[in-house]
């Protein structure tokens, strides 16, 4: 026998409850992915808006400059934006961007194949919290602390370990310009890495920086083995040595007596030399 | 140009979403109007049961800050496909007024936002962006549920006074008012939300096969029944 149908009407009655009972659940899940959409990570060039008080004019140079680090490298250190995606700190790169997308939208694409660009976005509103925007433009302005000369060579180096070559112009087939990546990476101009470079090259030919000699170098080393072999002697002997352990202990002096040895010998050829 | 922007929404899926609102746009371009239906479905139906390339680049590639070119349906019915880029990290994390932006400027008299089944972030894009929303349920309980979370959605919307659809009708669709069930749902919508606009679609194979064979419902049958009951659809939309 067919079952007694319930009253429709009820059916419906309960649905609509439901319905009353879920939105509260649905709410939820809509502010938390309200919040979510702080973690934006990338957005099209086009929706990045500009801030509304420019604290500080653009230096068209830096802008060029910059332009043509992002056409080597792309982008490296993202656009800071808030909620809404107004920009709060990059006001030079957002610029260089357009720059780029206008002048050679070819390399533009090659490097935003998506159209997207990266940023960080920070969970606030510009417009409410004008105080805080200001505090971000300002740390992001005070990151680029001043590196020294050497630390800047230092980068450089490794730079050129993996193929970065101070060319002027545009570098060969499967090389990469040093001086753009090196000023997009600490926050300088291109052309003040270029004069730090160029400074740092006529240096190394006038007169010789002891640290770069390698025998200056060697003796540094041995000096710093010896104090650590020393401090190692120093140390309680642990309760049950390893074979390797035995092993070492025993060498021990023949080997310090090494280190001091050749430590000793470079000395006396230095004063020899002098 | 002025837009009329119509979300077409239900939270449940199949309960004639794609085609309540890809026969309005054939009904309302059959008026002379220039209609473009934005499919913010990853399954991209609505390019498909209009007869075009549900594959072609469309809503993702707007909402990604492209400019796809929508695909001409019929005369003056045009179409954004939809398709599984809409369900990518990107179109998530989308403010919910970024489809509303995207749209403000197109060169169309009216735009229909067919709406997903359960994926709140696209529905919510489309119930942003539309100025009037049509909230679609058949007679089943889990249907009247899922409209009833798409209406409170706009309701709390319009209380906090935020952007989006500010009129919207219940639309009723494969309605059969010999089944018991059918007579109850008017009934109980109208006991429920006695001041929402009910408008109904009557059960009509012709909606069924002109989106099986893939043409619009004005091309493949003017007369039937269910372009009727949409005509009457666009009326309240336009006249109130």
């Known amino acids: ?45 086009s929706q990045i808006r500009a801030r509304e008080t420019d604290t500080r004019p653009l230096d068209p ?33 957002l610029a260089a961007l357009q720059a780029l997308q206008e002048t050679n ?7 935003f194949p998506d159209g997207q660009i990266q940023v960080h976005m920070l969970a606030f509103d510009a417009e409410q919290e004008p105080e805080r925007a200001l505090q971000v433009e300002l740390a992001e302005n005070e990151k680029r602390v001043n590196y020294t000369r050497d630390q800047i060579e230092r980068l450089a180096e490794r730079l050129r370990s993996l193929n970065y070559r101070d060319v002027r112009g545009r570098p060969k087939e499967g090389e990469k310009a040093l001086g753009p990546a090196l000023a997009v990476a600490i926050g300088v101009s291109s052309r003040y890495v270029r ?9 190394g030919r006038n007169e010789k920086n002891r640290n770069s000699v390698p ?3 060697k003796l540094k080393l041995l000096k ?32 310090l007596s090494n280190i001091k040895g050749s430590a000793q010998e470079i000395e006396a050829f230095i004063r020899q030399q002098k | 140009m002025a837009q009329t922007r ?17 026969g309005l746009g054939s009904v309302m371009s059959s008026q002379g109007k220039k209609v473009l239906v934005i499919d913010l479905d990853p399954q991209s139906n609505a390019a498909y049961v209009l007869g075009t390339n549900p594959t072609a680049p469309g809503t993702a590639d707007l909402l990604s800050g492209g400019s796809p070119t929508p695909l001409e349906a019929a005369p003056g019915l045009y179409v954004l496909p939809g398709g599984p880029d809409l369900a990518g990290h990107i179109i998530q994390s989308l403010d919910p007024e970024d489809l509303a932006d995207a749209v403000a400027q197109m060169d169309y008299e009216v735009l229909i936002f067919d709406c997903p089944p359960g994926v709140e972030y696209l529905e919510r894009l489309g119930l942003v962006a539309g ?57 109980q919508l109208a006991a429920t939300y006695p001041t929402i606009d009910r408008l109904i679609v009557h059960q009509d194979s012709a909606i069924a096969w002109a989106g099986a064979e893939r043409i619009p419902l004005m091309k493949y049958d003017s007369n039937c029944k269910g372009a009727k009951d949409l005509q009457a659809i666009a009326d309240w939309i336009f006249n109130g």
Request: net charge positive; glycine share 6%.
């Open chain 1, 1 to 45: 026998m067919a079952r007694k149908r319930s009253d429709s009407a009820d059916l419906f009655a309960a649905a609509t409850t439901t319905a009353d009972a879920i939105h509260e659940q649905d709410q939820a899940v809509a502010a938390k992915s309200e919040q979510e959409r702080a973690q934006k990570t990338k957005l099209p060039l």
């Open chain 1, 105 to 111: 939208p070819e390399i533009y694409d090659q490097r």
């Open chain 1, 195 to 203: 004069r730090v470079l160029s400074e740092q090259k006529q240096e």
């Open chain 2, 6 to 22: 119509i979300a077409v929404a239900a939270r449940k899926g199949g309960v004639g979403k794609t085609s309540i609102a890809c």
């Open chain 1, 224 to 255: 710093k083995i010896e104090v650590a072999l020393e401090e190692l002697g120093e140390l309680p002997e642990s309760e049950k040595l390893g074979r390797s352990e035995k092993a070492l202990l025993k060498a021990l002096p023949a080997f």
């Open chain 2, 131 to 187: 100025d009037v929303a049509l909230i679609c349920t058949d007679a089943h309980p889990l249907a009247v549920m899922g409209a009833g979370r798409v209406i409170n959605e706009l309701k709390l919307r319009q209380q906090k006074g935020r952007r989006g659809a500010k009129r919207w009708a219940l639309a009723l669709s494969r309605i059969d008012l010999r089944r018991s069930m059918d007579q109850a749902l008017d009934k």
């Open chain 1, 215 to 217: 025998i200056f170098q």
């Open chain 1, 61 to 93: 140079q830096h802008v060029a400059d910059l332009a043509e680090s992002i056409a080597a490298l792309g982008l490296i250190e993202p656009l800071v934006v808030d909620a809404k995606s107004v920009l709060l700190a990059g006001g030079h790169r």
